[in-house]
């Protein structure tokens, strides 16, 4: 196995039983649970998860995503993602991974706080739904100071690869008062674009980012 599989953290975003078995074993892997994953993902089914949490011992990380479509979600739709929350917590997800955001590009935080008061032990990751806030500082602090897990970036751009200054300064900001063994909060996670090992050694070399994410499709 090489050894970028075992210093760092590996996501792998799989919105199938057959994915998830295929994503194999590893103290360093986790899954990201979806449906649609074709259309980016959206919250997988009760049935789904159960199969999947009976042929894996890697972590869960269950997408909520109720719908195709942006991150400005109404009333109802809040109150199904803090339902959401709720259920795959006692189904024994690991984590869940939610974002939201309000009219003016920034993080919904009042919201935010209402489904987080639901999430009793589970991981949570703000997910690339920061890639559309129009500060990307002001809110990767929000997130921090929400007391989110891990935020999943591409650096505001279309892959991580172009988006590695931006991950690189959030990598730093995330290790402020931290010694430079330590993880930083939340965990950055760099998602999309890599199209080979080398280039993935590369960002993680160049970013200091702790995990990446990919669908793993190659």
Do not use: W
Not at 28 to 50: D, H
Not at 116 to 132: P, Q, S, V, W, Y
């Amino acid at each position: 196995m090489s050894k970028i599989f075992t210093d760092y953290t590996y996501e792998i975003c799989v919105d199938s039983v057959e994915s998830a078995i295929n994503a194999g074993k590893g103290t360093k892997k986790r899954i990201e649970l979806c449906s649609n994953l074709v259309i980016g993902g959206t919250t997988p089914t009760e049935a789904l998860f159960n199969e999947v949490r009976r042929n894996t011992e890697l972590p869960i990380h269950v997408l909520i995503r109720p719908r195709f479509g942006d991150f400005l979600y109404s009333e109802h739709e809040i109150n199904i993602i803090r339902n959401e929350v709720i259920k795959f917590r006692e189904l024994g997800a690991d984590g869940a991974v939610i974002g939201m955001l309000t009219k003016d590009g920034e993080i919904d935080v009042e919201n935010m706080k209402k489904i987080l008061a639901e999430r009793g032990n589970m991981k949570i990751t703000f997910h690339r739904a920061f890639d559309m806030c129009k500060n990307p500082i002001k809110a990767f602090k929000e997130i921090k100071n929400l007391g989110i897990d891990i935020l999943l970036t591409s650096g505001q751009k279309k892959t991580a690869l172009e988006g590695k200054d931006l991950i690189k300064e959030l990598v730093k900001i995330s290790k402020e008062g931290k010694a430079e063994t330590e993880k930083g909060f939340p965990e950055i996670m760099m998602a999309c674009g890599f199209d080979s090992l080398n280039k993935l050694k590369e960002m993680l070399n160049y970013t200091h980012a702790s995990a990446f994410h990919m669908s793993a499709k190659k």
